[in-house]
């Protein structure tokens, strides 16, 4: 079975014209599940009316057709890549060749420049090395950096205090006490 790509179906104000591939593949599957209903579908698959399901079912169909008629005409992965290598190579406009190699070099993640000492590290790595500069006492077992410090507990002002306490009194005589 091939795992066919989504076609993008163009832009419009209604729904109709949004790439609903994720109720294609719902479809699909209760299709392939023996559910032809299209109201069972409908229900399945969210959608508000009947012709909805018929138009996901249509964009479903012209998809396939779509992909048969690219492999029919020799256009695959390799037709691309072949395409993109002749055009790298024996352009005569250097704009078009490097083009090219950047569209290489984004299929292989090589698109953003990294100095050589970020590459490779994660958020773990730059904690560690930020608790190694500042702190006290490190303890460094299993990978886990310990630190003694002394917490502050910040005071509670008077009025917060009469605050609590009265809603406290509220509570009591609202539920009874406990």
């Given at each position: 079975?091939?795992?066919?790509?989504?076609?993008?179906?163009?832009?419009?104000?209604?729904?109709?014209?949004?790439?609903?591939?994720?109720?294609?593949?719902?479809?699909?599957?209760?299709?392939?599940?023996?559910?032809?209903?299209?109201?069972?579908?409908?229900?399945?698959?969210?959608?508000?009316?009947?012709?909805?399901?018929?138009?996901?079912?249509?964009?479903?169909?012209?998809?396939?057709?779509?992909?048969?008629?690219?492999?029919?005409?020799?256009?695959?992965?390799?037709?691309?890549?072949?395409?993109?290598?002749?055009?790298?190579?024996?352009?005569?406009?250097?704009?078009?060749?490097?083009?090219?190699?950047?569209?290489?070099?984004?299929?292989?993640g090589l698109?953003?420049?990294?100095?050589?000492?970020?590459?490779?590290?994660?958020?773990?790595?730059?904690?560690?090395?930020?608790?190694?500069?500042?702190?006290?006492?490190k303890d460094?077992?299993?990978?886990?950096?310990?630190?003694?410090?002394?917490?502050?507990?910040?005071?509670?002002?008077?009025?917060?205090?009469?605050?609590?306490?009265?809603?406290?009194?509220?509570?009591?005589?609202?539920?009874?006490?406990?």
């Amino acid at each position: 079975m091939n795992n066919n790509k989504p076609v993008t179906f163009a832009q419009g104000k209604f729904n109709y014209y949004r790439n609903d591939t994720y109720v294609q593949n719902i479809l699909l599957k209760a299709l392939t599940q023996g559910v032809t209903d299209p109201h069972e579908l409908k229900k399945i698959a969210g959608l508000s009316k009947v012709a909805d399901v018929y138009r996901s079912l249509d964009k479903l169909s012209i998809r396939k057709e779509y992909h048969e008629a690219l492999s029919k005409n020799g256009i695959d992965l390799s037709f691309i890549v072949n395409g993109l290598k002749e055009l790298s190579q024996n352009s005569k406009s250097e704009v078009v060749r490097l083009a090219g190699y950047q569209t290489f070099l984004k299929s292989l993640g090589l698109d953003k420049y990294e100095k050589q000492e970020d590459q490779g590290k994660g958020w773990e790595e730059a904690i560690l090395e930020i608790s190694e500069v500042g702190g006290k006492d490190k303890d460094k077992r299993n990978g886990i950096i310990e630190c003694e410090y002394e917490v502050k507990v910040p005071e509670v002002p008077a009025s917060e205090i009469k605050r609590r306490e009265k809603e406290d009194s509220a509570g009591k005589d609202l539920y009874g006490e406990n």
